[in-house]
């Protein structure tokens, strides 16, 4: 691929993926105030390895699978630096400035309050993702990922209603 080729499938990319590549940084991000500074990465390494994408899978799952990596080495460099701690601030996915009701924001709380890897799973569960591509981007069987959704749904359960579970 030529130095043209390689501009105009990334400009390709960025037209099209560029929305949810964004929203899954945040979802992801440990520190959300880093979150543009993460995204830079993502962008700088899909542009270094872009002219060895084989096509092997789905253009989609090779740039989900770059932005994960890419925030699992981001979130560990910065946790060296910052101090890792469990105390997320609100990181709504979704567009700035984005009005949402209260329920949705309660939330988006609760998913902050997820490990990384399933507020990653929840991340791209909520933006549409089919089990399989979920599967084929996280590098888990079809089968893992429903059973982790489902988990996940029963933690996000007792975060938003502690009540139930002393009934």
């Known amino acids: 691929m030529d130095s043209s080729q390689q501009k105009a ?8 993926h560029k929305a949810r590549l964004y929203r899954l940084c945040r979802s992801v991000i440990y520190h959300p105030e880093l979150t543009d500074d993460l995204f830079q990465e993502v962008l700088l390494n899909i542009w270094q390895y872009l002219p060895k994408f084989r096509a092997d899978a789905a253009i989609y ?3 989900y699978r770059i932005t994960i990596n890419t925030a699992i080495t981001f979130n560990k460099k910065e946790s060296r630096h ?12 979704g ?3 984005q009005i949402l009701s209260d ?6 709380q609760a998913i902050q309050m997820l ?11 909520l933006e549409g993702f089919a089990y399989k591509e979920i ?6 069987t079809v089968s893992n990922v429903g059973v982790r959704i489902n988990r996940i749904k029963n933690r996000l359960t007792q975060i938003l209603n502690p009540q139930k579970q002393q009934s």
């Not at 499938?9 to 099209?16: A, G, H, K, M, Y």
């Not at 599967?135 to 888990?140: G, S």
């Open 115 to 125: 490990k990384v890897e399933e507020r990653t799973l929840v991340g791209l569960y």
């Open 135 to 140: 599967a084929e981007i996280l590098n888990l």
């Open 61 to 63: 799952t090779w740039l």
């Open 95 to 97: 567009p700035p400035n």
């Open 9 to 16: 499938v990334f400009q390709q990319i960025l037209s099209e």
């Open 82 to 93: 910052q101090g890792h701690h469990e105390a997320y601030d609100l990181n709504l996915p």
């Open 103 to 108: 329920d949705l924001k309660m939330l988006y």
